[in-house]
């Protein structure tokens, strides 16, 4: 193009009409432009010149030289007694200076410009654009609406496209978000139609934003992975498509991926010297850091963007930056009469502003002050037009809302109206997570209920009865397990990510035998995880009726199955653990257990020991200290956890319903738990649900596979073939992810001999080791069906992240949505050799006819009896996930 345009003044315009396309380029046909208008004494063509190089700079994030082009801009107009060139030049100019925080500054210079320019729809989208970030949100949208008028008269589409943009973007500010998303739409089929990609990706990127706030997190995150690219490529306004996913990540309940996009955010505003979008952005860092569980800093934050604002000034953004300040003091535990009028203010101040979303978010904060302060008067006149919250608006509001009519219930001292607003937020809250397909997004969701299910646990363990506290313990608990994965819409291209991934660690793998450079292979593999991990999340969810969320099962329900089992489950309130003890024989059964740390401390002190033990490493003095400090751990958990029940489980297999890091605890170590049948589950409704699928499932074939590197895997796995001849059997290089895959959707049991591996940075990237690469969670994910049983012969096969809600991330959760009954697996590092006679004598224990809890609890007591330190400790490893025994049919 620039070679067919040797007129300068050509060479300008096409600068500016490449803004939207390619501002890189733009920048360098202006400055081409600009050294040969200076040659030749141009002065207006050397203005148009300076104007797109400042325009560019804008795109391209650096105020700074945006500022130094569009202040020579003006200049040059009026050497060349331009006004209408001068007055182009300021608007730009004072859009340049709101981006750097000079306020007064930017406003003179756009009521300057404004007065020349009346009718000219770039200088009319400009202005409007400054008077929105000024949060005078009534003119701006009466700017936009001129500005289209003018943009439609004179057939500029790409300026028509920018105009439909803001306003959409001042729309869902306002709270109107079909309004929003109608003009955003229009403006994208704009683009696309002038074939401005650029332009067309910011269109998706704003789209994106909307979706954030109507609560549709798959089509949100879509939208940036799909605007991303062409951002990247161009080098522009990365650091604002940060900021956006952002807050949808926040919105998803992933508080410490959202702080981590809000930093870089912050970092590549702040080298920019974008100041009005850094202040946004330090705010978006704030309720991060809030959201990660950093309050002290969130604070800090919250009052650094408050005083950018206010210095811009900006008094909505500095009245929203106020809100989150008060939300960082008041969940670091200020309560006061000051931090109440704060509060007030900003709700106030908000509402003023014309952003009434966060207005209501800030009266229901007021009236929470309001009551710990025991003022219910003044909680309940701010809380009576917060009411309509409850039934509308974004799921985070509307259970926030529930939340505090709960609080108001309960200073009003009627506990049961208080859980029944609980039980009403929490329903929203399942909706929600129906809503969406991904995993993570729904084991996210549950950090948004949290506060509602420890305020019921807390009014449930008031009223001293077990079977509330049994509710009120399962309420909320797994709920992401409840329904599998769904799959994405483009789940071929998360298969060949997949695949690749494979390739590439292998090639890593080589690269280090080889001793080569792994810097190549290692930086891909980040970049397919990433891929892998945003293809899942866009997976939008099932259409949900009121029926399809997890129902607690109450305690009666629960004694008319268990038959001689006792479910033991586990809570904890603040610095307290407590259990239920359910049995068909007896009433539910409370029991206070004590501090948690304690617990905690024994647990790690456990799992080190047993893996020192598992190792065979060391002096025989070295090894008997190990066998000493499990014995010691084991004795403290045992006496902690369940020699407070002991006399309500005597004699009964257990079901085991952990909360925490009690999710991690090796029970075949604990003396209660030695040579015992025992089913570990996530909640007592996923455990019951198991069983009952256990009761009715039809036996399928048995499938073994053995992946690499494991000298005993191949020949568990043949032995196991001899016992079962009609098994299906894949060894070598058989055993390929594929293959496995297939044969896992069809197996009605299944055993697969291989290295584990649990990645606690991304436990969907957990894997099992084989012929070809890993077979991951998010591989598992993608099955059409999982066999009744699965068997784990492998290190941490059963090692789970924990998220809030007691959400778990890992095999174990993963198989257990799909439909698996029980998994065998283990909590920790096991050796091959001795994880091989484990192996074979629970298979004898299966053939003769056990189910898999009491058939690994008699393998592994045949271990412990053995009383090998290494063989004791893989025994105590082993774990029975699920339901590992079913519930009569007639009970079911």
């Not at 702040?270 to 946004?280: C, G, H, K, T, Y």
């Not at 309050?295 to 919250?302: D, I, K, Q, R, Y």
């Not at 309420?475 to 769904?486: D, F, K, S």
């Not at 998360?494 to 292998?506: K, P, S």
Request: charged share 25%.
């Amino acid at each position: 193009m620039a070679e067919r345009l040797s007129d300068p003044s050509e060479r300008a315009d096409e600068a500016h009409r490449l803004l939207g396309v390619d501002p890189a380029r733009a920048r360098e046909l202006a400055a081409d432009a600009l050294e040969h208008a200076r040659a030749a004494r141009d002065h207006e063509t050397a203005s148009v010149a300076l104007r797109a190089l400042g325009m560019a700079a804008l795109d391209l994030d650096d105020a700074a030289t945006a500022v130094e082009h569009l202040r020579a801009a003006v200049d040059a107009a009026r050497r060349a007694r331009a006004p209408q060139r001068a007055a182009a030049a300021r608007m730009a100019l004072a859009f340049a200076l709101l981006n750097q925080g000079q306020s007064t500054a930017a406003l003179l210079q756009a009521r300057i410009a404004a007065r020349a320019g009346d009718g000219d729809a770039q200088m009319a989208l400009q202005h409007a654009a400054i008077l929105e970030r000024l949060g005078r949100l009534g003119e701006a949208l009466e700017g936009y609406r001129r500005g289209l008028i003018a943009a439609r008269r004179a057939r500029d589409g790409q300026t028509q496209a920018k105009l439909l943009c803001n306003r959409g973007v001042l729309h869902a500010y306002r709270g109107s978000l079909r309004a929003a998303e109608a003009d955003l739409r229009d403006a994208l089929q704009i683009a696309r139609a002038l074939d401005q990609p650029l332009l067309a990706a910011t269109m998706l990127q704003n789209l994106g934003w909307v979706a954030t706030r109507r609560g549709d997190l798959p089509a949100a995150l879509q939208h940036f992975d799909a605007a991303e690219p062409v951002i990247a490529q161009a080098g522009a306004r990365h650091g604002v498509l940060e900021l956006d996913r952002c807050h949808a990540l926040l919105a998803a309940g992933l508080g410490q991926e959202a702080r981590a996009s809000a930093q870089r955010a912050v970092t590549r505003l702040e080298a920019n010297a974008m100041a009005a979008e850094l202040a946004e952005a330090r705010l978006a860092l704030a309720e991060a850091l809030l959201a990660d569980g950093d309050p002290e800093t969130a604070l800090g934050a919250a009052e650094q963007a408050a005083a950018q604002f206010s210095a811009q000034r900006r008094p909505g953004w500095a009245a929203l930056a106020e809100h989150v300040a008060v939300h960082a003091a008041f969940a670091r535990g200020e309560r006061s009469s000051e931090l109440h009028a704060r509060a007030r203010a900003a709700g106030a101040a908000l509402a003023a502003s014309g952003w009434p979303t966060a207005a209501l978010d800030a009266q229901v904060l007021a009236a929470r002050v309001a009551l710990a302060l025991g003022r219910t008067d003044a909680a309940e006149r701010m809380l009576a037009p917060v009411a309509r919250a409850r039934r509308g608006g974004p799921v985070v509001l509307r259970v926030g809302a529930w939340h505090a009519e709960a609080l108001r219930r309960v200073a009003q001292d009627r506990g049961g109206a208080a859980l029944r607003a609980l039980r009403a937020g929490l329903a929203v809250l399942d909706q929600h997570r129906l809503s969406v397909g991904a995993t993570e997004l729904r084991a996210g969701a549950a950090v948004h209920g949290s506060a509602l299910a420890a305020l019921g646990l807390r009014l449930a363990l008031a009223s001293g009865r077990a079977a509330a506290v049994l509710e009120w313990a399962e309420r909320g608990r797994a709920g992401a397990l409840w329904q599998r994965p769904a799959q994405p819409p483009d789940d071929a291209a998360l298969a060949a990510d997949l695949a690749e991934l494979r390739t590439v660690l292998a090639a890593v793998g080589e690269a280090g035998r080889e001793s080569g450079d792994t810097a190549r292979h290692l930086r891909r593999q980040t970049e397919l995880e990433t891929a892998i991990r945003r293809r899942a999340r866009h997976a939008a969810g099932a259409a949900a009726g009121a029926g399809d969320a997890v129902a607690p099962p109450d305690a009666e329900r629960l004694r008319s199955v268990l038959d001689e089992r006792a479910l033991v489950e586990f809570a904890r309130d603040g610095e307290t653990l407590w259990a239920v003890v359910v049995t068909a024989a007896t009433r539910p059964r409370l029991v206070q257990l004590g501090a948690p740390a304690a617990v905690e401390r024994e647990l790690r002190a456990l799992r080190f020991a047993l893996r020192k033990l598992a190792r065979g490493a060391g002096s025989a003095a070295s090894q008997a200290v190990a066998r000493d400090n499990a014995a010691h751990a084991a004795r403290e958990l045992d006496g902690r956890l369940l020699a407070p029940v002991a006399d309500a489980i005597a004699g009964r297999e257990l079901v085991l319903v952990p909360t925490g890091e009690l999710h991690a605890v090796p029970w075949a170590a604990l003396d209660t738990c030695s040579g015992r049948a025992l089913s570990v589950a996530p909640s007592a409704a996923l455990w019951l649900r198991a069983a009952r699928r256990r009761a009715a499932a039809h036996d399928g074939p048995l499938m073994l596979a053995a992946g690499p590197g494991l000298p005993h895997a191949a020949a568990e796995v043949r032995a196991l073939a001899e016992r079962h001849p009609n098994s299906a059997v894949l060894l070598a290089q058989e055993a390929r992810v594929d293959a496995v895959a297939a044969a896992l959707e069809t197996a009605g049991r299944a055993h697969i001999a291989s290295h584990g591996v649990f990645r606690a940075d991304n436990p969907l990237f957990s894997a099992l080791l084989l012929a070809d690469g890993p077979l991951t969670v998010y591989d598992l994910e993608r099955l059409r069906a999982a066999p009744r049983d699965m068997i784990l012969s492998a290190c941490d096969g059963g090692v789970s992240a924990v998220r809030p809600g007691d959400e778990l991330m890992g095999f174990s959760g993963a198989l257990l949505a799909l439909g698996t009954s029980a998994l065998i697996a283990s909590v920790v590092p096991v050796p091959d050799e001795p994880t091989h006679r484990l192996m074979l004598a629970l298979h004898e224990r299966l053939a003769a006819g056990d189910e898999p809890a009491p058939a690994l609890a008699r393998a592994g007591a045949a271990a412990l009896d053995r009383a090998v330190p290494a063989d004791c400790a893989t025994a105590a490893g082993f774990v029975c996930f699920g339901a590992g025994s079913s519930v009569a049919a007639t009970s079911a």
